[in-house]
């Protein structure tokens, strides 16, 4: 019998240096929003999703090729980028062949150190992609980090709940010796009928930010599985749909 | 009307300078089984408890007090200690009135941190003790961290099922903005009717490792509520009852 890959959840960035990640595949999870909106364009035909980490490199890659430059901070469009973070910003007749360079708050933060720290491999998920990710870490039998980006550094609810989803589905073929990854597969089992209820009855922060800012919809829309059932794959500096 | 106190939970030690913490009553949490046994030895009568953050220290002390010299590295009394970390080691006519110097490889660690970072009040929490920190914390009306220690920074279940009894039973008195409370909450109330078939049944890390020593018994200790309902306060150094 072989012995299963080992399959690990961290809950915030400020925790990934606990983990020896260089034989691994490292599945970014920012739910609200930039993995879900990675997951749109990608599934919407974009022909590739530049991430970087600060807004002024967005900005001078926009001066310099021919791309959308898109990004938050704290969870409203950044100044001096063209658009932000919401799904709907990105349907196919906009997006196709296109370039996006994306920046977010803790995605991006994340995919980086994941790189710095020389993950195998990176993708990214997110409800809308929920089943390509499980298939691919069921195919792959490597070992896996579910990486929460949380908001600064803090755990969040809704990363949570995906990599509580992810578990949930493929742990028969994981070796799981891991509290945090019982904790989120408890979770998601808890709230998965209803996960926009479970969000708005709990201590969900960045929850209560987007809903502040009327962006019910786009909750949402990020809390459905496979609308956008594609794999964002990490490979030279850009995400782009896994070719397997 | 009068303004709620704020109520965090961290995780992680790893996790605690993304906290404000220097007006703030620091709960240390090492239910398995750091603050369990300092509840069980103030409770049955100990004079005071020092918690030291090496075995050398602790030994140092034994050479130059009275005093009971008690650790564990890795969940094993560690060399050159007398006791280990079982409550059941501490009866009342084996520590009454005396001294116990401890060491453990996650509570300790975590107190000092609390005490370098400026905490105001730090107390020591576990199920043995739930209701007196609970009713301590809602008298206090001062902002709440739950700390728990965790297993070498990681994330673990027993700590953070008490965070969610505290939460569960306390959190109508405090502005609770964070999801990792909502996160204990809601496993604390999924497991509460069988805390000790909920370790069993999950992924819970220290649990196994600990069952392995054959510690069910001390587990299943660990895990009853108000065995040993004093306040350890932390104060000139040393753990004593808290006096009011």
């Given at each position: 019998m072989s012995k299963k890959p080992s399959l690990y959840t961290c809950l915030s960035p400020a925790l990934l240096?606990?983990?020896?990640?260089?034989d691994t595949v490292v599945v970014v999870i920012d739910v609200l929003r930039a993995t879900s909106t990675i997951a749109t364009a990608l599934y919407n035909g974009a022909r590739q999703i530049i991430p970087v980490d600060s807004v002024e490199r967005c900005i001078q890659y926009g001066r310099e090729i021919d791309c959308i430059t898109a990004g938050e901070r704290d969870g409203q469009i950044a100044p001096g980028l063209q658009y932000g973070n919401s799904s709907f910003e990105y349907p196919r007749e906009f997006v196709q062949g296109r370039t996006l360079v994306l920046t977010t708050t803790n995605g991006t933060k994340l995919l980086h150190m994941a790189l710095n720290r020389g993950a195998r491999e990176i993708i990214t998920g997110a409800f809308l992609n929920l089943s390509a990710v499980c298939d691919h870490l069921v195919a792959q039998k490597k070992n896996v980090i579910l990486g929460c980006a949380g908001w600064k550094d803090r755990v969040n609810l809704e990363d949570t709940l995906f990599a509580g989803a992810v578990v949930s589905r493929i742990r028969e073929h994981f070796h799981v010796n891991c509290d945090a990854s019982g904790m989120a597969r408890n979770l998601y089992e808890l709230a998965q009928d209803d996960l926009f209820g479970f969000m708005q009855h709990n201590e969900a922060s960045h929850y209560h930010r987007l809903m502040g800012f009327g962006l019910e919809r786009d909750i949402r829309h990020c809390l459905t599985p496979d609308l956008a059932n594609i794999l964002p794959y990490y490979q030279d500096a850009r995400l782009v749909p896994f070719a397997g």
């Open positions: 240096h606990l983990y020896d990640i260089t």
